[in-house]
């Protein structure tokens, strides 16, 4: 017999691969299961709703993300002005293996779920909007880093942050939109200009 956590680990990784390479309205719940292989039975006793599925796909694919991007973008020992650029490059290496992997680029998982849901599911869009605002956080600090350091001029941090983080998901689109991850690294360095004026 599967054990329980795997079934439900297939149904998580299921629903976000479909969500992500179509949308969350084309995906059902009966497609998630034939998909995943798992009994619809099974999906109720894990989630009462799409929508809590949804939740829990957000929660789970944030924390790696978040992890990754501690871990290999926003090191302390890295100067902060080279974390931005190393985000840019993470966005780009990211869309750019959708592309290969698939024909297209796809754009945020975050933001396609953002413009597909914010006005539809208010649960849904606060936790797409928690996961950004968690996003500027490491931003806002390695730009305090830059300020005390000496790098850039004293600037508001906390709303250069959200900028940043609106300019990437607008280049992320923009990418999505001409099926080119190129775009990033053609637009992308203009968001540093935001911290470097």
Not at 52 to 59: F, M, P
Not at 96 to 114: D, F, R, S, T
Not at 169 to 195: F, H
Request: hydrophobic share 40%.
């Amino acid at each position: 017999m599967e054990p329980l956590k795997d079934t439900r680990q297939r149904l998580l990784d299921t629903a976000r691969e479909l969500f992500y390479q179509r949308s969350y309205a084309d995906v059902g719940v009966q497609e998630i299961c034939q998909t995943a292989g798992v009994k619809k039975g099974s999906f109720y006793h894990f989630f009462p709703s799409k929508r809590d599925l949804t939740l829990a796909v957000l929660d789970e694919s944030w924390g790696g993300f978040r992890e990754s991007l501690l871990g290999n973008v926003f090191q302390p020992d890295v100067p902060p002005l080279q974390r931005l650029h190393r985000l840019l490059d993470m966005a780009y290496q990211h869309h750019k293996a959708m592309k290969e992997q698939c024909g297209h680029v796809l754009g945020c998982p975050y933001g396609n779920l953002a413009g597909e849901m914010s006005t539809q599911d208010e649960p849904i869009r606060v936790r797409v909007n928690r996961i950004f605002r968690e996003l500027e956080a490491p931003i806002a600090a390695a730009l305090d880093e830059a300020v005390a350091a000496g790098d850039v001029q004293a600037l508001d941090t906390t709303a250069t942050a959200a900028a940043m983080v609106a300019y990437l998901e607008g280049l992320s689109l923009m990418a999505k939109t001409r099926n080119d991850p190129e775009v990033i690294t053609k637009l992308g360095p203009a968001m540093l200009d935001l911290a470097i004026r």
